[in-house]
């Protein structure tokens, strides 16, 4: 794990939204920029490509490591890095952008 890029162009300033959803659909989806917009998915239980969301922040779950620990690609995750490394999900809302 550890720091994989910084803000994606065509990206705004806060860019975790934007982000999540160049990881998840390959393409900057307007609409998904803000990170409240992606509680709009369906609810699932944590998997691949699912989708980690608090008001302020999301992440893209990619692995598992163990109980509620997983590998995540997370966008904007501190002094403008993108990151992959490990995230607790709790507290977090999990959705399935792929429903």
């Not at 162009?9 to 990881?23: F, K, Q, T």
């Not at 969301?53 to 890095?81: A, T």
């Amino acid at each position: 794990g550890g720091v994989v890029g910084g803000r994606p162009p065509g990206c705004p300033a806060r860019y975790c939204g934007c982000g999540a959803s160049l990881e998840v659909f390959g393409r900057i989806v307007p609409g998904l920029n803000l990170a409240r917009s992606w509680y709009k998915f369906p609810r699932s239980a944590p998997g691949f490509n699912t989708v980690a969301v608090r008001p302020g922040h999301v992440f893209v779950l990619k692995e598992h490591v163990r109980d509620d620990l997983w590998m995540v690609k997370d966008y904007n995750s501190g002094r403008g890095k993108t990151r992959y490394h490990q995230r607790s999900i709790r507290g977090y809302t999990i959705v399935s952008p792929q429903s």
